[in-house]
């Protein structure tokens, strides 16, 4: 019940396109939702987070969105750039603590 | 600010070996917390402390130590180490204010166990 499913794998992605990557999860008490992108050799950085209050999250070209129903939300990055190829975790927590991650992301954008 | 901060960057250990992986943040951030990332499946919580004098286990806490004695520092310690536990280790720390829970991660030590 903890744990948080994330789909692709990998995804290779053209310059300009939108790519989009899924993650489900089964505990209602999760209470934030983060996503996190990480470049090789270094820690995760917080990318952008949303609470189960809202549907939709837009930070520039990165959106998440939130379906609370179906227990899923995803990470939309419009006009995809080179400079996103990265390695994508979403994550859930309950109150801030204990972060369950899932298997991650890796997505390349084609020049 | 420094930010979260570890060393050692690189260990190679050998099988029984013990060793701590040290982590300090100066963000004065109440909440740490110690994870392991493995290929395909990424990163898992080890350790984790709400403040200074406190921490619980994890999910997967087998084979690992921690103490918190002050806000700053939460080293990780490795008694035996065993070739399972090669892995990225990363340490995080969390301000613990409502609605603010951004985990601020550190550059991740490398540790290789023979």
């Known amino acids: 019940q903890q744990q948080v499913k994330q789909s692709p794998q990998s995804l290779i992605v053209q310059k300009g396109g939108i790519s989009i990557i899924n993650c489900a999860y089964e505990?209602?008490?999760?209470?934030?939702f983060p996503w996190y992108q990480q470049f090789p050799g270094k820690g995760p950085a917080l990318l952008i987070a949303?609470?189960?209050?809202?549907s939709e999250k837009k930070e520039g070209r990165f959106t998440i969105s939130f379906n609370k129903s179906a227990k899923q939300f995803s990470l939309h990055i419009m006009d995809s750039q080179p400079g996103d190829s990265a390695t994508y975790f979403c994550a859930a927590s309950t109150g801030g603590q204990n972060f369950v991650f899932g298997p991650g992301t890796r997505l390349s954008v084609l020049p | 600010n420094a930010g979260v901060t570890q060393t050692p960057k690189f260990q190679v250990l050998k099988t029984g070996q013990s060793m701590t992986l040290q982590c300090a943040q100066d963000?004065?951030?109440?909440?740490m917390s110690w994870y392991r990332q493995d290929p395909g499946m990424g990163l898992r919580l080890i350790h984790y402390?709400?403040?200074?004098?406190?921490?619980d286990q994890g999910e997967v806490p087998n084979g690992y130590n921690v103490s918190r004695s002050t806000t700053e520092d939460f080293p990780l310690r490795l008694l035996s180490a065993a070739p399972s536990q090669t892995s990225v280790y990363f340490c995080?720390?969390?301000?613990?204010?409502?609605?603010?829970?951004?985990?601020?991660f550190g550059p991740g030590t490398r540790l290789l166990v023979l």
């Open positions: 949303i609470r189960p209050d809202v």
């Open positions: 505990n209602t008490a999760f209470d934030y």
């Open positions: 963000m004065n951030h109440e909440y």
């Open positions: 995080a720390s969390t301000p613990w204010e409502s609605g603010i829970e951004t985990q601020y």
């Open positions: 402390s709400v403040g200074a004098g406190i921490t």
